[in-house]
């Protein structure tokens, strides 16, 4: 219910006239720098009337939750002067820039980072302009802005990002302010589970702000047009205990908040005291706030007789034409200057002293608090060397032995988590064991802070001190992972190949971010690389059929620069050994590596892994036959692969071959990291054009039998020498259920046809091939009528080895 002046007795009062004044006037100079930044390109203190030429010509930017954002800001300074707590603020509402950056602006650190932005009218002036202006910032929460850990230009993972955030930093606070548009996504409704993982113990706190401020674009929200008791059994449903702040009237509203924000501090302190003093980690009833007040907040309330504040119309600009239209160049003026700009800035632009108090001083600042820069913080990982017996397996053969890749990976992380229990997670959803990675379980269970039974001590690996974070929302995983990296930690995530799309524009919004801080704000420290595991991939699942099969996420991930993106293909245990070394030691890139989790032919020892993941790509000598005693022979044909089933394949293609063929001549060739195929002219990381040509030859065909879809390669192979004579076997959405062969022969990845394109495609076979490729075309119907009939692929299939 909403309080009326007469509601608030003395004892709801928690601000003096006096502190009141200053607050109030401290939001008051937020509220009319939000107005500057999206207006003004001159006349910052408004010292003179407002004239056209001071009116920016393309007004962008978002009003509407600017207002409601900057007032949270405000008393959240206050508690953090009164109990001088560390703490972090999340704006969900991206859009809503300009209520973050003002007061990042008037506590000083702004201009710290950015000298001519500095406090004062010239100052202002730049402030003003550079605001959703070409060549300068953007309209969200960019990482240009200190403080920001979350951009918001994509609604949905304020609340997982807050939740990220907390993991492992007891002392912490994050706030976080959820838009009651960005409470209609998908990602954002799971959110609100996350406070079932959080440990009071290890953790520290999230407090979520629901801003029910009515509207979208052009639409109500649905959360402000239900009911208080529907809205107050939602968050009870969720496990929270809401309070809620409602109103319009800004001198109870501050007292309303100051009031409700010190209950929610004080019940965060209490929870946090009991659990570590009891040493028992139970799941509490976290607070929230729902915090209603009106769009657009103090701003117009009608223009051109069209009701603007508290309605979709104050979202985004509430007037423009302000170049053409005198009465909204005076409305924009009347607005501002009842602001009381002159009781607020001395004559220089500066905020008055009285005021600049009000702000937390140093590092206890939100926009200076290095959390907030996470790379300041970042240590390295403490990682056993990942040679060692333990983990690599020991090959004295090349493809005789057979182990599951993804198992190995899991001893190595097992260790790896050990050695670092206060800043190594390991997210997924529910499919730790399923990818192999159970040994994880030996150093540290799944975190579960609901209810236990009796039977989870059979096998459920749960645990309140559990650092496996496991849940059916890739989208929730994702969004806590990507701000423990951007606070200083490190982790991985894993998920089945096919599904790794819900979080495509997830993977969109980081890289993004990644590509700014890395190139653009140097202030920003690197942070450890974002892991991303692959597994359960297109071509082993075969028993789950066609709506499993995908390996398009890669597709998505090379439109990314190579400065902030990376793809591995590892084809067996020891090289995936050495791809996650080098993932897990480094900085500012998205990782992505594809590593099924079924039993595959191993090749390489743990050195010749090592030195074949660092080239990224390089020649198999044991595979081919273009060289004797050590001197290379001109090859007629190169065959190459990528991924450990194609690289199977590509290998019982090439012994078919040599045994059927002996005077040809085969070159192997094997694609750890496909950026390698890239020309180094565009991508400087990329393997140079003449490692390239040296590799594949100028002017031989290439077999390229690859994991993914087949025009990725072409993609990223274009520029180099007769791109016609490149020829791409890969996914091409043929499956069911099948068996693994099956699979492969539907997409003519499979030995046979790979045998067939290069009688295809190498002119000296001439005819004589022709006995051969009749020989595949058969065993292609004597396997698929095999699979049919009996269900499971013929022994020699299954069982194959290379045979040299």
């Not at 002067?81 to 991206?94: C, T």
């Not at 009031?259 to 509490?284: D, Y």
């Not at 996914?731 to 045998?755: C, H, M, S, W």
């Amino acid at each position: 219910m909403v309080q009326t002046p007469t509601q608030l007795n003395q004892e709801s009062l928690v601000l003096d006239s006096e502190e009141l004044r200053k607050i109030d006037a401290y939001w008051r100079a937020c509220n009319y720098l939000a107005v500057g930044m999206i207006y003004l390109r001159s006349n910052p203190l408004l010292k003179e009337h407002l004239k056209p030429e001071d009116i920016k010509y393309r007004l962008l930017g978002h009003w509407g939750s600017s207002p409601g954002l900057s007032f949270v800001y405000v008393h959240l300074n206050r508690l953090i002067n009164k109990y001088d707590l560390n703490m972090i603020y999340l704006a969900g509402p991206g859009h809503g820039a300009p209520g973050i950056l003002a007061p990042v602006y008037l506590e000083g650190t702004y201009s710290e980072i950015y000298p001519d932005k500095s406090m004062d009218e010239e100052g202002m002036r730049k402030f003003f302009k550079q605001f959703s202006f070409p060549g300068h910032i953007g309209s969200h929460v960019t990482p240009e802005t200190p403080g920001s850990i979350h951009e918001g230009g994509e609604l949905g993972y304020s609340l997982s990002h807050a939740y990220g955030s907390i993991l492992d930093n007891p002392d912490l606070i994050s706030v976080v302010m959820v838009g009651d548009g960005e409470s209609e996504t998908g990602p954002l409704a799971t959110s609100w589970h996350s406070n079932k993982f959080i440990n009071p113990i290890r953790d520290g706190a999230v407090l979520p702000i629901l801003h029910l401020n009515g509207y979208k674009i052009a639409n109500p929200t649905i959360l402000s047009r239900i009911s208080h008791e529907e809205l107050h059994s939602l968050f009870v449903g969720y496990g929270y205990e809401p309070y809620f702040v409602e109103g319009d009237d800004p001198e109870i509203m501050h007292q309303k908040m100051a009031k409700t924000l010190e209950e929610c501090v004080n019940k965060i302190k209490e929870i946090q005291s009991e659990a570590r003093s009891s040493g028992v980690p139970k799941r509490p009833r976290w607070p929230m706030i729902v915090f209603r007040s009106p769009k657009g907040w103090t701003g117009p309330k009608n223009v051109d007789g069209h009701k603007v504040e508290n309605f979709w119309r104050s979202h985004q600009v509430p007037m423009g034409n302000m170049h053409s239209n005198t009465e909204h160049l005076r409305l924009l003026e009347e607005w501002m200057r009842g602001y009381k700009p002159e009781e607020l800035f001395d004559e220089n632009g500066t905020l008055i002293p009285e005021l600049r108090e009000l702000a937390p001083k140093g590092a206890r600042r939100m926009s200076a608090n290095p959390i907030a820069n996470g790379g300041l913080l970042r240590k390295d990982l403490d990682l056993p060397d990942f040679k060692d017996s333990e983990y690599a397996l020991q090959i004295t053969s090349p493809g005789k032995t057979r182990f599951e890749n993804t198992k190995a990976m899991g001893i190595f992380l097992r260790d790896v988590m050990a050695r670092n229990m206060t800043s190594f997670r390991v997210f997924g959803p529910d499919e730790t064991a399923s990818n192999r990675l159970h040994p994880i379980y030996e150093a540290s269970k799944k975190v579960w802070m609901a209810d236990y039974l009796p039977e989870d001590e059979d096998g459920g690996e749960l645990s309140p001190d559990g650092r496996v974070m496991e849940m059916l929302s890739e989208h929730t995983l994702e969004g806590w992972l990507e701000t423990y990296l951007l606070t200083g930690r490190h982790g991985l995530f894993h998920t089945y190949e096919a599904f790794a799309h819900v979080i495509d524009s997830m993977f969109n919004q980081h890289a993004k971010w990644l590509d700014i801080c890395k190139n653009h704000v140097p202030w920003r420290s690197p942070v450890s690389s974002l892991n991303i595991l692959l597994s359960s991939t297109v071509w082993r699942q075969d028993h789950n059929g066609f709506s499993h099969q995908d390996p398009g996420f890669v597709d998505l991930v090379t439109n990314k620069s190579a400065d902030v993106t990376r793809v591995y293909f590892p084809p067996d245990a020891n090289c995936l050994l050495s791809v996650i070394d080098h993932c897990l030691r480094s900085k500012d890139y998205v990782n992505v590596i594809v590593a099924d989790k079924q039993s595959h032919l191993q090749y390489l020892t743990i050195d010749e892994a090592v030195k074949h993941c660092t080239k990224g790509i390089g020649i198999w000598d044991w595979a081919g036959n273009d060289h004797e005693k050590g001197q290379a022979n001109e090859p007629d044909v190169i065959m190459a692969s990528c991924g450990d089933v194609p690289t199977m394949e590509a290998l019982a293609a090439t012994a078919i071959l040599r045994e059927e063929c002996p005077d040809l001549k085969v070159r192997f060739v094997n694609v750890v990291d496909i950026f390698k195929l890239q020309d180094e002219t565009e991508h400087p990381h990329g393997l140079s054009h003449r490692d390239f040509v040296t590799l594949f030859t100028e002017d031989k065909p290439i077999i390229f039998n690859f994991h993914g879809y087949p025009w990725l390669i072409h993609k990223l192979a274009y520029r180099h020498p007769n791109p016609e004579r490149l020829h791409v076997r890969g996914y091409k959405e043929e499956g069911n259920i099948n068996t693994p062969l099956e699979l492969a022969i539907k997409n003519q990845i499979d030995r046979f046809n790979l045998v067939i394109d290069v009688i295809d495609r190498v002119p000296k076979l001439g005819s004589r091939a022709g006995y051969l490729k009749e020989l595949m075309k058969n065993e292609i119907i004597d396997n698929l009528n095999y699979a049919h009939t009996h269900g499971i692929d013929k022994e020699e299939m299954r069982n194959w080895q290379w045979p040299f």
